[in-house]
């Protein structure tokens, strides 16, 4: 067993062995620009890529033509939002999005707002999903994008995403998901479910860091994405620059390996998850699962330990890697803006851990993680004196004081 235990697969994985095996020549003596298009070099760079784009797209369901390759989904999402906003300004300033977004989303839309565009948050309910009725709500005849996540970075919950595509077609809309916990983790069909823009990640699949694509469903009719840098005029111009090509043939193996191990992983993950789950449920009192019951991603749980206070918790086990919200917000002091908008408290945001499995998870990683919880939680909790949830007591003086700065 690997000590610290590494679960904190939402914030990023380890690169799968494979995909090292199949970037590593791709650096050495395949090192050609993909753009060359004069010489041996260039080809084999661009073969390269040319299969990477087949595998990449075979994973969402799009065509090899469909994908763009950028520098994660940061990128992604930015291109997307911008790119569109920007191209589709005379059809309207409307953007409908959720509070429970990514801040790859959240401060785009916060942008795209300084720059006149108005943005609609629609709410999500206890387990942080979105009605889809609520956008059908916040639609007008000025409305040009809806974005809503495929998949929730901390709590799981998987979105209705065909369903929105479906409202969003149905009213000439376009749809953006940001799936970058999605993709891989679970069956994903962009054309079936009526998603015009996809954004996703390969380091959050067992990839390299610093790629990921946007897929933009083809035309008729074409979706008009304003670039957000000028240049080579790569990726049919909507992202100049020369291509990573080692990172794209490593995204493209991920995609491949993930395409194919998909219900098999998802169910031994599943099945570690929900044994992490009653192991800290039946041993300690009052831990909630935060997030959806069922439409869930298969390896992830977002628990809340009453009274025990999570960061506590993370320094007195050391020798397991987790994380407390997002890893991309966790440096500043303000509790995860999703656990807020599912209701919980300051107070319970702060006592809520995330766990992140993955691939290379085991068995004897739960059982120990189960057990060091329990341990640390119970220590923790009993100098607190809080066991039954913080709602009451010392601590609702607190949750009142900072309810006034949730958005
Ligand atoms: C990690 C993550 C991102 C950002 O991806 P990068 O490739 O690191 O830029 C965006 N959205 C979600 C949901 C994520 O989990």
């Known amino acids: ?52 784009r087949r595998r990449v797209a075979g994973l969402i369901g799009a065509l090899p033509e469909e994908i763009v390759f950028t520098g994660g989904a940061t990128e992604s999402v930015n291109i997307a939002l911008k790119g569109v906003a920007r191209g589709h300004r005379a059809g309207g300033r409307r953007i409908i999005t959720a509070g429970t977004e990514h801040h790859a989303v959240l401060d785009t839309c916060r942008r795209l707002e300084r720059e006149g565009f108005e943005v609609i948050r629609v709410p999500v309910d206890r387990y942080g999903m979105v009605d889809p009725e609520d956008v059908r709500r916040a639609m007008t005849p000025g409305t040009i994008l809806v974005s809503i996540m495929a998949a929730n970075n901390e709590i799981g919950t998987l979105a209705p995403v065909e369903a929105l595509g479906a409202l969003c077609r149905e009213h000439g809309v376009l749809f953006h998901t940001d799936a970058t916990q999605a993709a891989g983790k679970v069956p994903i069909d962009m054309h079936a479910m009526h998603i015009d823009l ?110 025990a206070n999570a960061d506590a918790v993370m320094m007195a086990m050391k020798d397991i890697a987790l994380s407390a919200g997002s890893a991309c917000s966790s440096a500043s002091p303000e509790p995860s803006h999703v656990l807020r908008a599912i209701g919980l408290t300051r107070e319970e945001t702060l006592c809520s851990l995330r766990f992140g499995l993955g691939r290379f998870t085991t068995e004897e990683e739960i059982a120990y993680t189960i057990g060091r919880v329990n341990e640390t939680v119970r220590t923790i909790a009993s100098k607190t004196g809080t066991k039954s949830g913080p709602k009451s007591g010392p601590n609702a003086e607190m949750s009142r004081t900072n309810a006034q700065s949730v958005h």
Do not use: C
């Open 1 to 52: 067993m690997n000590i610290p235990v590494y679960l904190d697969n939402q914030a990023t994985t380890r690169v799968d062995g494979r995909v090292i095996e199949a970037m590593i020549p791709l650096m050495d003596e395949v090192y050609g620009n993909a753009s060359s298009t004069q010489h041996e070099f260039g080809w084999r760079a661009e073969a390269a890529v040319a299969q990477a």
């Open 198 to 307: 996809l954004s996703f990640s390969a380091h959050k699949m067992y990839g390299p860091k610093g790629v990921g694509a946007l897929a933009i469903r083809g035309g008729p009719p074409a979706i008009r994405v304003i670039p957000l840098f000028d240049g080579g005029g790569h990726e049919r111009g909507i992202r100049s620059g020369t291509l990573n090509v080692p990172g794209i043939a490593g995204f493209g193996v991920a995609a491949e390996i993930a395409a194919d191990v998909m219900s098999e992983e998802s169910s031994r993950l599943s099945g570690l998850r929900d044994r992490l789950v009653e192991g800290v449920s039946e041993a300690l009192e009052g831990v909630r699962v935060n997030g959806h019951p069922t439409l869930r991603l298969p390896h992830n749980a977002n628990l809340l330990f009453p009274g």
